[in-house]
């Protein structure tokens, strides 16, 4: 098969690859989006039936698209997959749809890019796989009774859908924190094995918390100006939910009837290990989220409404499964980034992309919605579109195409946009 010739190589089909491919058409710079799946697919498949938004709508619009119907509510998992189709086919981005990426090496020009449709030439390649695509499981997991029916949170579709019987959920992030609640509220004996999470109130003084953070700086804020830039990738995600703009906690969990333990330590026989620092993983959530609040008041002057702590009994040291009648167990355990189709040295020692600004070490491979890639947002859907414009530049400007494609863009000259 005759390999395929373009500009650039755009990896992945969502919120980050359609923004960047918005930019690339309108600089009329040749490439294009290859999605393994359908636009959207992980909102379609890889997330449950009720999933919402955690931020309000008027932060779930994408550089360059229509704003949602109601800027303060929360859009839902399927509504921002179509939202997402929509916004691909009014840029006209040229994306191949069921293709899977294979391997990205070193090639003539540049590099070859092999699928299961064929082979791509491309002077640049872009990886927007997202932030994290590859379902985390601890090690611990392996050791879990062969009866317990074991899956990821990707995976959770639904309380229908599960066998019946007591369920145990592992993470106390917001999806593990939402799903438990959904769970409890459709009748399941439900318990969550907590460990270092976060605690925030969905409003403070009349607004919503996302509206502080954005008026603080605090989501434009970028890595350069952060003192342990090191410590940013273990920041765990604020646990919130949008349904209904509710308030989800550990202590609300605890009012609806969720168990709440410490963490999962392993297995023996049927019973879990649970590990006993689950207050002192309360308390360390407590102090982060009063010194936001703090950092509110000090901005809006005076203090706040008082928010009440969260109070838990202590937790079970051991959990039996089969006495407890548990038969189902949904690891909320966060995802990976895993780059196996790439066979370039980019990947530094721990296997993560080394870049600055989502410019990798290798001349010509990029990196965009990475989580901090340059600004706290970079991963979120409102945020991806600065580090679009800055790569799209970056890349229009500077990058060379194979013969066949430079002929093109040759003939459909533009304006190239400064770099940002």
Avoid at 214 to 241: K, N, Q, V
Avoid at 391 to 400: D, F, S
């Amino acid at each position: 098969m005759i390999p395929r010739s373009t500009g650039t190589v755009v990896i992945g089909g969502g919120q980050a690859g359609l923004s960047l491919s918005r930019r690339l058409v309108r600089a009329g710079h040749p490439h294009v989006v290859l999605e393994r799946g359908r636009v959207g697919e992980r909102w379609l498949t890889e997330r449950w039936e009720s999933l919402t938004m955690l931020t309000p709508n008027r932060f779930n619009r994408l550089d360059g698209g229509p704003a949602h119907a109601d800027p303060d509510g929360f859009v839902r998992g399927a509504e921002f997959a179509s939202y997402l189709r929509r916004y691909g086919r009014a840029a006209g981005s040229p994306v191949r749809e069921g293709v899977e990426v294979e391997a990205v090496e070193p090639g003539r020009d540049g590099f070859r890019v092999r699928t299961d449709g064929g082979v791509w030439r491309a002077a640049s390649v872009v990886i927007a796989t997202g932030d994290s695509d590859a379902p985390a499981l601890p090690a611990v997991a392996a050791d879990a009774p062969v009866q317990l029916r074991q899956l990821h949170s990707s995976r959770y579709r639904s309380p229908s859908l599960l066998p019946g019987g007591g369920v145990l959920v592992v993470g106390a992030g917001p999806s593990g924190q939402q799903i438990a609640a959904e769970l409890r509220r459709a009748g399941r004996r439900v318990w969550l094995a907590a460990g270092t999470h976060t605690r925030m109130v969905r409003r403070y003084r009349g607004r919503d918390v996302w509206d502080w953070l954005d008026e603080l700086g605090d989501l434009d804020r970028t890595i350069d100006e952060h003192p342990d830039p090191a410590s940013l990738r273990a920041m765990p995600s604020i646990a919130l939910t949008g349904t209904n703009g509710e308030e989800l906690d550990l202590g609300v969990l605890h009012r609806l009837g969720v168990v709440v333990t410490g963490r999962v330590r392993g297995f023996e026989s049927t019973r879990v290990l649970l590990g006993v620092d689950l207050g002192e993983a309360v308390a360390a959530a407590e102090r982060r989220m009063h010194e936001l609040l703090g950092r509110i008041d000090e901005h809006a002057g005076g203090h706040g409404e008082r928010v009440a702590g969260v109070r838990l009994p202590d937790g079970p040291r051991t959990l039996d499964l089969a006495a407890h009648g548990i038969s189902t167990l949904i690891w909320a355990t966060g995802y990976r980034r895993a780059y196996p189709w790439l066979h370039l040295p980019a990947l530094g020692p721990r296997g993560e992309l080394v870049h600055r600004r989502g410019v990798t070490t290798v001349p010509g491979l990029y990196a965009l919605g990475l989580r901090w890639q340059h600004r706290r947002s970079s991963h979120m859907i409102s945020g991806v579109g600065a580090d679009a414009a800055f790569l799209a530049a970056r890349i229009a400007a500077g990058g060379l195409v194979p013969a066949a494609a430079a002929r093109r863009r040759a003939r459909h000259s533009v304006r190239v946009p400064a770099l940002a």
